[in-house]
């Protein structure tokens, strides 16, 4: 987990309301990622990017967003419009340059939403 | 288009017994390939990755994969099994022309090593 941290660890909200997550690392990766983890299904792609102010879309993008006005910060919002947000959700990074380079992950943040 | 196939939900072995938690994967081109592990509520850590030389690479912990381009595989071995090599096992890829794109892992295997 070093270099990279999540907070907070565990997360409540009631439906309907937005909530952020925070993605910070100090191992000065250009790119990020964020994954959501469900039992039984592995990690899925929300979004991801490579490099400051520019991000794309994963394979699950409906309901989230993201933004990257820092190189170290990658925050995640859940909108109200995800219809299944409690989940495990995991930030990472990587070198950009070359794709040899394994991703480092952060810690995660439990979102329950009921 | 990239995937990563872990057959196996949950492998079961005996303390210091060997173990193997098996991968497969398709890529469009040549493969970088990674093990991960995961404990509960925690983040994944990195195990080994192969990115090219010698098919058996070795990593963290006693673990060692093979790599076979023939068959498409990258399993995850250990000579000997330790009760705290409890946990959930991920195989990812990544296509070497993709750089900086996010890596593909499979769904995960559950190793459970009984004392």
């Known amino acids: 987990d070093g270099g990279i941290t999540q907070s907070p660890k565990y997360l409540f909200r009631k439906e309907g309301q937005n909530v952020t997550l925070s993605c910070e690392q100090n191992l000065n990766h250009d790119a990020m990622y964020w994954y959501r983890q469900d039992p039984g299904q592995g990690l899925r792609l929300i979004y991801y990017s490579q490099i400051v102010n520019d991000f794309q879309k994963g394979d699950i993008a409906e309901g989230y967003s993201v933004s990257r006005e820092k190189k170290e910060s990658f925050p995640l919002t859940v909108t109200s419009a995800q219809k299944n947000p409690t989940a495990f959700y995991l930030c990472?990074?990587?070198?950009?340059?070359?794709?040899?380079?394994?991703?480092?992950f952060g810690p995660g943040t439990r979102l329950t939403v009921t | 288009a990239q995937s990563v196939a872990q057959p196996e939900d949950q492998v079961n072995v005996a303390e210091g017994n060997p173990l193997t938690v098996k991968c497969t994967y398709s890529v469009s081109g040549n493969p970088y390939l990674f093990w991960y592990v995961q404990y509960p509520n925690r983040g994944l850590q990195f195990l080994l990755k192969y990115i090219t030389g010698d098919n058996l690479v070795k990593g963290s912990y006693g673990f060692e994969a093979e790599f076979n381009k023939s068959q498409t595989s990258f399993h995850l071995k250990k000579p000997s099994a330790l009760v705290s090599d409890s946990a959930l096992y991920f195989c990812?890829?990544?296509?070497?022309?993709?750089?900086?794109?996010?890596?593909?892992f499979g769904k995960g295997t559950t190793l459970s090593v009984s004392s």
């Open positions: 990812a890829v990544r296509d070497i022309n993709q750089a900086g794109t996010a890596l593909i």
């Open positions: 990472a990074s990587s070198m950009r340059e070359g794709a040899s380079g394994e991703q480092y």
